[in-house]
């Protein structure tokens, strides 16, 4: 199976920073890396596909890039709704792993 | 509306069995692959199983191979997961979720709200 490591595991920030957040994976796997929010008690939520593809509704402060093992997500001017914990999941083969994780606190 | 309803989930010894359900509404339920993916309390996402839309293909992550046995029902719009021969590393919240994409550049762009299961004696 191919391994996601998300780095780092955890951030603090503040309203207005900009976050970057990276995910690397154990082999190739082309640009096929989604990245999803959660928040505490929800299901996660889509927020890009296919490493740089904002899903419909999502706010252009976020952006994803990347492409063969090394993949980042940016949120630009972070704001008090993007506090949460963010999954990348390779979806270049099944299963579809996920990273463990970043959690952008306060 | 559009929604994915997970039903199913308990508490339930080690050994036994749990049928957990997904209920979709407001899309057309047999164009997509539909996932299942779980999550240990206070850990990160595992996915666990898929059902294409197609009818013809079934994947399992390892852990769970021989004991989950995913199905659907277009007709009723419902994707299960029955759960044998479970184990206490099988506590997680249990989410389906809608994907897009086929084995291959897929992602899970509709997620239900998550039914949990706690395998416990």
């Known amino acids: 199976d191919i391994q996601m490591t998300q780095s780092p595991s955890s951030l603090s920030a503040s309203v207005g920073d900009r976050v970057t957040i990276t995910c690397r994976a154990s082999?190739?796997?082309?640009?096929?890396l989604n990245w999803y929010q959660q928040k505490p008690g929800k299901a996660p939520d889509l927020l890009i596909y296919?490493?740089?593809t904002l899903q419909s509704g999502v706010p252009s402060r976020f952006s994803g890039s990347g492409s063969g093992t090394d993949f980042t997500l940016t949120i630009n001017s972070l704001q008090p709704e993007d506090f949460a914990t963010y999954y990348c999941?390779?979806?270049?083969?099944?299963?579809?792993?996920f990273g463990l994780g970043t959690k952008v606190e306060i | 509306q559009v929604q994915l309803v997970e039903s199913g989930g308990g508490v339930v010894q080690p050994g036994r069995s749990l049928r957990l359900s997904c209920v979709a509404s407001?899309?057309?339920?047999?164009?997509?692959?539909m996932h299942w993916v779980r999550q240990a309390p206070d850990k990160g996402l595992e996915w666990v199983a898929l059902?294409?839309?197609?009818?013809?293909?079934?994947y399992y992550v390892d852990s769970v191979k021989g004991r989950f046995t995913i199905s659907r029902d277009n007709s009723r719009n419902t994707l299960d997961l029955q759960m044998d021969s479970l184990r206490a590393e099988d506590t997680a919240m249990y989410y389906c979720?809608?994907?897009?994409?086929?084995?291959?550049?897929?992602?899970?762009?509709?997620w239900g709200q998550g039914t949990p299961v706690t395998v416990s004696s």
């Open positions: 082999q190739s796997i082309s640009r096929y």
């Open positions: 979720a809608r994907g897009r994409g086929g084995f291959t550049n897929y992602y899970f762009d509709l």
């Open positions: 999941q390779q979806s270049y083969s099944i299963p579809g792993t």
């Open positions: 296919t490493a740089s």
């Open positions: 059902f294409s839309s197609d009818g013809h293909t079934i």
């Open positions: 407001g899309i057309t339920f047999s164009n997509y692959g």
